[in-house]
T-cell receptor, first 114, second 111 residues
Framework: DTGVSQNPRHKITKRGQNVTFRCDPISEHNRLYWYRQTLGQGPEFLTY????????KSRLLSDRFSAERPKGSFSTLEIQRTEQGDSAMYLC????????????FGNGTRLTVT | KQEVTQIPAALSVPEGENLVLNCSFTDSAIYNLQWFRQDPGKGLTSLLLIQSSQREQTSGRLNASLDKSSGRSTLYIAASQPGDSATYLC??????????FGPGTSLSVIP
């Protein structure tokens, strides 16, 4: 068990470009969450998967954002036509399919849009 | 809509002091409450999880309590150490397994 892995750790991109982040959860974890965190704030919920099914999406997730978990294992989060306001830390977490299973977080991907 | 708040936003204490961090939530219909620690530039580490039917959980020098009816939780840290310096976040799990975070308390323990 190597924990939740996120790649890349840092991404700098120019406004208008597309970016994609990857999350590899703990192998036996069915649930996978994406959060966004800006400086001095707690993580904001973006979306949630149970296996390959995307069960909920936040209103924060505009049409420019899409997330997938095609085989119920790793997940990708894509942002199209990035804007400066997208600059943030993007965090992935996973847990077992049990209500009181704690979340395990990766170290996040820090996105800077110039 | 569930909202989670934390007081204070920042706290600075001398090494060795006992301290209490506070968390409040608006909707008592929760499955559990978790306390996390976050070091600068890193992800979150789960410290304690209290199920909705429980009143408290303990791990080493940490003790977390939950009063669901009043929408409050506290994290007690005994004999604080400089290594405890970090941001502490609480989070509640609502229906549909959604986890909502508070803004965090930034703790600094001065040697």
């Amino acid at each position: 068990d190597t924990g939740v892995s996120q790649n890349p750790r840092h991404k700098i991109t120019k406004r208008g470009q597309n970016v994609t982040f990857r999350c590899d959860p703990i192998s036996e974890h069915n649930r996978l969450y994406w959060y966004r965190q800006t400086l001095g704030q707690g993580p904001e919920f973006l979306t949630y998967f149970q296996n390959e099914a995307q069960l909920e999406k936040s209103r924060l997730l505009s049409d420019r954002f899409s997330a997938e978990r095609p085989k119920g294992s790793f997940s990708t989060l894509e942002i199209q036509r990035t804007e400066q306001g997208d600059s943030a830390m993007y965090l992935c977490a996973s847990s077992l399919e049990v209500t009181n299973s704690p979340l395990h977080f990766g170290n996040g991907t820090r996105l800077t849009v110039t | 809509k569930q909202e989670v708040t934390q007081i204070p936003a920042a706290l600075s204490v001398p090494e060795g002091e006992n301290l209490v961090l506070n968390c409040s939530f608006t909707d008592s219909a929760i499955y559990n409450l978790q306390w996390f620690r976050q070091d600068p530039g890193k992800g979150l580490t789960s410290l304690l999880l209290i199920q909705s039917s429980q009143r408290e959980q303990t791990s080493g020098r940490l003790n977390a309590s939950l009063d669901k009816s009043s929408g409050r939780s506290t994290l007690y840290i005994a004999a604080s150490q400089p290594g405890d310096s970090a941001t502490y976040l609480c989070a509640v799990m609502t229906s549909y397994d959604k986890v909502i975070f508070g803004p965090g308390t930034s703790l600094s323990v001065i040697p």
